[in-house]
T-cell receptor, first 112, second 111 residues
Framework: NAGVTQTPKFRILKIGQSMTLQCAQDMNHNYMYWYRQDPGMGLKLIYYSVGAGITDKGEVPNGYNVSRSTTEDFPLRLELAAPSQTSVYFC???????????FGSGTQLSVL | DAKTTQPPSMDCAEGRAANLPCNHSTISGNEYVYWYRQIHSQGPQYIIHGLKNNETNEMASLIITEDRKSSTLILPHATLRDTAVYYCIVSARRAGNMLTFGGGTRLMVKP
């Protein structure tokens, strides 16, 4: 099992550009999450999904969009990138809503 | 979810037990205590969780006080690879495990 796989690992964007961060899990988990982590800080929840076709906002959803067309994939879309979105992005999954989270290795994004 | 308070940093000698405290004085009856750690810039890793009884697994032990207002994560024989940021999180089990990661405790294990 690969677990939770995130791509790319690093990316530099110019202000105003758009991109999609990919996240895939092969554990047949229903729940998936996107977090961001600013330097020296804890993680903040951006969006989460409780199953295919169902998504909901977390603590800091502005400037992001998500979709969940399959159980395996949960891409995060950045539209009109801004310097404030410079961060490390982590995707996570769990089998049910009250079990432990499995995290990916992260995507380091810089917006210049 | 209840707020948690952890010391920002701690040191521990290699081979000794590391005891990481966490205060959660506003915890409610249906909230669990979770511990995760983050090694360098990797994704957080689940360690252990509990409701009111003490818990132990292959990684650590979790001691929760009788009034549930504080807890201690114990790494029995710390190694250099245990150097990480440790997060104590309080959350009710519900649909959508939306854990809130605060600042955590930076544990430095020294030789």
């Amino acid at each position: 099992n690969a677990g939770v796989t995130q791509t790319p690992k690093f990316r530099i964007l110019k202000i105003g550009q758009s991109m999609t961060l990919q996240c895939a899990q092969d554990m047949n988990h229903n729940y998936m999450y996107w977090y961001r982590q600013d330097p020296g800080m804890g993680l903040k929840l951006i969006y989460y999904s409780v199953g295919a076709g169902i998504t909901d906002k977390g603590e800091v959803p502005n400037g992001y969009n998500v979709s969940r067309s399959t159980t395996e994939d949960f891409p995060l879309r950045l539209e009109l990138a801004a310097p404030s979105q410079t961060s490390v992005y982590f995707c996570a999954s769990s089998r049910t809503g009250d079990e432990k989270l499995f995290f990916g290795s992260g995507t380091q994004l810089s917006v210049l | 979810d209840a707020k948690t308070t952890q010391p920002p940093s701690m040191d521990c000698a290699e081979g000794r037990a590391a005891n990481l405290p966490c205060n959660h004085s506003t915890i409610s009856g249906n909230e669990y205590v979770y511990w995760y750690r983050q090694i360098h810039s990797q994704g957080p890793q689940y360690i252990i969780h509990g409701l009111k009884n003490n818990e132990t697994n292959e990684m650590a032990s979790l001691i929760i006080t009788e009034d549930r207002k504080s807890s201690t994560l114990i790494l029995p024989h710390a190694t250099l690879r245990d150097t990480a940021v440790y997060y104590c999180i309080v959350s009710a089990r519900r649909a959508g495990n939306m854990l809130t990661f605060g600042g955590g405790t930076r544990l430095m294990v020294k030789p």
